[in-house]
Every structure is written in structure tokens, then in C-alpha cells.
């Protein structure tokens, strides 16, 4: 009896679109979590900022990111850059 082989595909190349959104993620992901690591906020003031319960930001910081969409993590993101107090210099 000989054993069936399955090909292997690339997790990228499976779909493009999904590929591109999978993308999309993972980079808005990872700059939400700088925005997280940058105001130096923990889980519980993380999860009250975005208005998510605390397991999900859990799943958020450890790039988890099936129940999220595009999106909404770029709400996040924009959330998290309105927390950050900017002040600007005028250059002379």
C-alpha cells in the first residue's frame, strides 16, 4: 500500500488576497504593539484605551489575530496615536 504525499503549499501563497490581508495585519499588528510598548501600557489599561476586553489584547500582543479585521486594527492603531500627547517645535 503505498502512502499518499500531499504537496506543501506556502502559508503565503495560498490565496493572494488572504496573503495580503494576513499581511496587513501582521504590520498593523506590530505597530499597534509598539504603540502599546511605547506608552508603556499594561494589559488592563491597553484593553480600557481600545475598549477590548484584556484576552483579547493578550491575543493581540501575541499576534493572534483571527478574530480581527483589518479594520479594526487600524481603528486601534488610530486610538492608541490619539493617546499619545505630541507636541511639536517650530523649526527656525
Known sequence: MSKRRTAKSS???QDPVVATQRQTK????YAINRAIK????VRTSAAGMLDLAPLKVAHLRNYNLRGFSVE???GFLTTLHRGVDHTSTPRL
Open 11 to 13: 502559508f503565503w501563497a
Open 72 to 74: 479594526e486594527l487600524a
Open 38 to 41: 511605547s506608552q508603556k501600557l
Open 26 to 29: 501582521l504590520k498593523l499588528a
